[in-house]
């Protein structure tokens, strides 16, 4: 195997390993970016009411080279804004802590000093507390002290959310709010409302797509529904929803769906390095039309499933585009028939 394919395939790897493991830094970094405003107004209201909003600026970790920045010391979200009617420009730093880590607040005291020295501009720092355990209150203040004399005091903005109450923002239509109601200890009984936000979130019609992608996907990763939960909620969402927006709804699903298809490709070339290309490609295949079928119908029985399974994979590929354009159970016995 030459050296491009087994980059591609540990390439492949790391993005399976993502699925079972979600990349927190990723997830909450375009969450943060996408929806940086909405973020200040939920947590930072006086920021959000004093900035020019079309001067945000976020600026790339690789400029802080010259300081020998390491993966420990990457920063997740700097911006820079600019104070509204003031030649005036604040530094706004969100870190995303999603494990409970000894020394923390002088890690943050550290970043300060670095961005400081690099852009000498007033910071607003804010860090994210996402992890579920310990619900302790987390320290947010780093002091040094030499002979007796507070050398030096520095303080963050936590936002604890293990410490949050879901059920407070409920109804805010404050699309952050919706994401990150998965983090604030939502009990199983409760994961379906909770995950309905973003259906109520789709029906506003005021978020772009790439912006649902995000929630939604961020949602999924940390608030895992059964195949059946997830089927009641759309179905709930789905019978009150105005046919414009079921219309956009679809749309946004066939989308969803096609990407689905195309993972479960990667998926099966990956498991092909150990079992053979072709047989790990037509069990990628399979999944994602299960999956499909699911998402839009329910479970197959059994014999359906068999059958599905029973296909070339040229065949298999042909059943995932005609499902997204389905619309009743009996289609697939249908399309089977007439492709045997």
Do not use: C
Not at 216 to 230: A, N, R, V
Not at 249 to 268: C, L
């Amino acid at each position: 195997m030459n050296s491009l394919l087994m980059k591609k395939h540990s390439s492949q790897a790391q993005s399976l390993a993502a699925e079972v493991h979600p990349d927190h830094d990723r997830l909450f970094k375009e969450l943060l970016t996408n929806l940086f405003i909405e973020f200040l107004e939920l947590f930072a209201p006086q920021i959000a009411a004093a900035i020019e909003r079309d001067s945000i600026e976020f600026i790339d970790k690789e400029i802080f080279s010259e300081f020998v920045w390491t993966q420990e010391y990457a920063v997740d979200v700097l911006a820079k804004v600019r104070i509204a009617g003031q030649e005036r420009f604040i530094l706004i730093h969100i870190e995303n802590q999603s494990k409970k880590e000894a020394g923390f607040a002088k890690r943050m005291f550290d970043y300060f000093a670095l961005i400081r020295a690099k852009f000498g501009l007033p910071i607003y720092p804010i860090v994210i507390l996402s992890y579920d355990t310990p619900k302790k209150i987390e320290r947010h203040v780093y002091i040094e002290k030499e002979f007796g004399m507070e050398v030096v005091r520095y303080q963050f903005q936590a936002i604890q959310l293990n410490r949050l109450k879901w059920q407070d923002y409920v109804g805010s239509n404050n699309p952050i709010a919706t994401a990150l109601m998965t983090k604030m200890q939502v009990e199983l009984e409760d994961h379906a409302t909770v995950r309905r936000g973003f259906y109520e979130l789709f029906a506003t019609g005021k978020l772009s797509v790439k912006q649902l992608r995000i929630i939604d996907e961020f949602m999924g990763s940390y608030l895992k529904l059964s195949t059946e939960q997830e089927m009641q909620v759309r179905k709930e969402m789905e019978a009150i929803m105005p046919a414009q927006v079921k219309n956009e709804y679809s749309v946004y699903m066939n989308d969803v769906e096609t990407a689905a298809f195309a993972r479960g490709i990667e998926q099966g070339i990956e498991q092909g390095i150990e079992t053979g290309v072709a047989q790990g490609v037509h069990s990628g295949v399979v999944r994602t039309a299960l999956r499909q079928l699911t998402h839009k119908f329910g479970e197959p029985e059994p014999a359906l499933q068999a059958q599905i399974t029973a296909l070339p994979t040229d065949k298999l590929e042909a059943l995932t585009e005609a499902i997204l354009n389905f619309h009743e159970a009996n289609a697939v016995r249908q399309w089977l028939d007439a492709n045997e």
